[in-house]
C-alpha cells in the first residue's frame, strides 16, 4: 500500500528534451526524403516509356519495379509524416506538403517533355499512369496545404475574435451596470403622475363649512 501512495503521489516525470531532439531530427531528415525519393522515381521510370524494341538497351521491367518502389516509399513515408505530425500545421505545409507540391510539379513536367520529345503519342499504359499519379498528387498536395493554412488562419482569427468578444462583454456589462443605477436614481427622484396627484390633491370634507361664518346677502362673509 505505502508503495501504491508513494506512486500516486509522486510527481510526473519531465520529458527527456533528448527524445525530443531526437524526434525533432527524425522528422526534419524524413521531411525532404519523401519529395527527394518522389523526384527520382519520377526521373527514372521514363526511361521505360515505349516500346520494347526502341528502348531495347534499358531493362523495362527492372526500370519501372525501381522506379515504383521509389514512388511508393515516397508516398507512403509522406503520409506517415502527416499522420504522425498532425498537430504540427506549418511543418506538414512547409517540409512535407509544398516540397511534395514541387516534386510532383517536376515529376508531370517531366513526363510530359518526355512524351513530347520522344514522339510516344498516343501514350501508354505507363505514361498514362506516370501522368496521372504525378499530376493527381501533386494536386492533393496544393489542397492539402491550402486546407491546413485555412484552418490555421480560421483559428487564429477566431481567437482574436474571442479575445475581442470579453473586453466588449466587460465594458457593455458596467455599461449597462451604470446605466441601471441612474435609471433607479431618476426613479427615486422623479414620482409616477398618480403619485403626484395623490400628493397633491388636497380634499374639502363638508365638515369644514360649519366652520365658516354665514353669507350675507351680496354672498360676502362676515
Not at 525519393?37 to 526502341?54: M, N, R, T
Not at 521491367?61 to 514512388?71: D, N, P, R
Not at 477566431?158 to 426613479?187: A, C, K, Y
Request: proline share 5%; hydrophobic share 45%.
Amino acid at each position: 500500500m505505502s508503495s501504491q501512495y508513494h506512486e500516486l503521489g509522486s510527481p510526473a516525470q519531465p520529458v527527456n528534451p533528448i527524445d525530443q531532439q531526437t524526434v525533432q531530427s527524425s522528422r526534419s531528415y524524413l521531411a525532404p526524403v519523401s519529395s527527394h525519393l518522389a523526384l527520382i522515381g519520377f526521373l527514372v521510370i521514363p526511361l521505360a516509356f515505349g516500346d520494347a524494341e526502341k528502348a531495347a538497351h534499358v531493362n523495362k521491367t527492372a526500370t519501372v519495379v525501381v522506379a515504383s518502389v521509389l514512388i511508393g516509399v515516397a508516398y507512403a513515408l509522406s503520409l506517415f509524416l502527416i499522420l504522425f505530425q498532425s498537430h504540427d500545421r506549418m511543418f506538414l505545409i512547409n517540409s512535407i506538403l509544398v516540397p511534395g507540391l514541387i516534386s510532383n510539379i517536376l515529376a508531370s513536367f517531366n513526363v510530359i517533355i518526355n512524351i513530347l520529345c520522344r514522339d510516344l503519342l498516343p501514350m501508354g499504359l505507363l505514361e498514362i499512369l506516370s501522368l496521372s499519379f504525378s499530376a493527381a498528387f501533386a494536386f492533393l498536395y496544393a489542397l492539402g496545404a491550402l486546407w491546413l493554412y485555412a484552418r490555421d488562419v480560421n483559428e487564429t482569427i477566431g481567437v482574436q475574435s474571442n479575445r475581442g468578444t470579453i473586453l466588449l462583454t466587460d465594458e457593455e456589462m458596467q455599461r449597462q451596470q451604470l446605466q441601471r443605477l441612474l435609471e433607479q436614481n431618476s426613479s427615486r427622484k422623479s414620482l409616477s403622475p398618480r403619485a403626484v396627484q395623490k400628493t397633491y390633491r388636497v380634499n374639502h370634507p363638508d365638515r369644514l363649512n360649519s366652520f365658516l361664518p354665514p353669507q350675507h346677502e351680496d354672498g360676502y362673509f362676515n
